[in-house]
């Protein structure tokens, strides 16, 4: 209960900060994604993957070294605190930085050979706006996965581990496929091949 109020008044923190004209403190989705959910996710991905069973339907809690379980734990609390934060910010959370680039964006009008539209940081704001209460129950989902993480990383679950790493992706494939427009990065140079994936935002 104690850790759940601390993560509380952090986000309020951040919040109250914003108000009163230093939002420069307030991370954007760019900043969460790229310098804690990407990231941790990563380390989450390479810890699990060195500890599948011979058969390769699970985990092996043997294959996991006390150094991991540590990596593990800390991710969990990594992201579940920074999901939480989204989501009580939903209604005010900035996309980026004015200064940042996000990811696809250089396919935001159409790609090299304007073809396909990737979702600008307008467009993804708006969607947001739309939709705050979906924002922020996305963020509560991946909020609830990393809380299990690190529940299950102090308590040796190995089966809400392999349950949590094995359903990350659709996790966060969640939040992509209606607020970003792709649940994966353009191609540079999108061609007829990107035409037949069906995840790109049509230009109009």
Request: with cysteine; aromatic share 6%.
């Amino acid at each position: 209960m104690a850790k759940r109020m601390g993560v509380l008044a952090l986000a309020m923190g951040v919040l109250a900060l914003a108000g009163c004209g230093q939002q420069a403190r307030t991370p954007t989705i760019n900043e969460s994604m790229t310098q804690v959910m990407q990231p941790e996710a990563q380390t989450i991905w390479d810890v699990t993957s060195r500890a599948f069973n011979d058969k390769g339907d699970g985990l092996d809690a043997a294959r996991i070294s006390p150094t991991d379980w540590i990596r593990l734990a800390k991710a969990g609390r990594k992201m579940r605190d920074r999901a939480h934060i989204l989501a009580v910010a939903a209604t005010k959370v900035e996309v980026r930085r004015i200064e940042d680039k996000i990811l696809g964006e250089d396919a935001a009008h159409g790609g090299v050979r304007q073809t396909w539209d990737a979702a600008s940081p307008k467009q993804i704001k708006a969607y947001i706006d739309a939709n705050p209460a979906v924002f922020a129950e996305r963020a509560r989902v991946l909020e609830q996965a990393g809380a299990d993480l690190l529940k299950a990383a102090h308590t040796k679950d190995i089966g809400t581990v392999y349950r949590v790493s094995s359903g990350m992706d659709e996790v966060c494939d969640g939040c992509h496929e209606k607020f970003w427009g792709t649940d994966e990065p353009p191609p540079f140079q999108a061609g007829p091949e990107a035409r037949d994936k069906g995840r790109w935002i049509k230009a109009s």
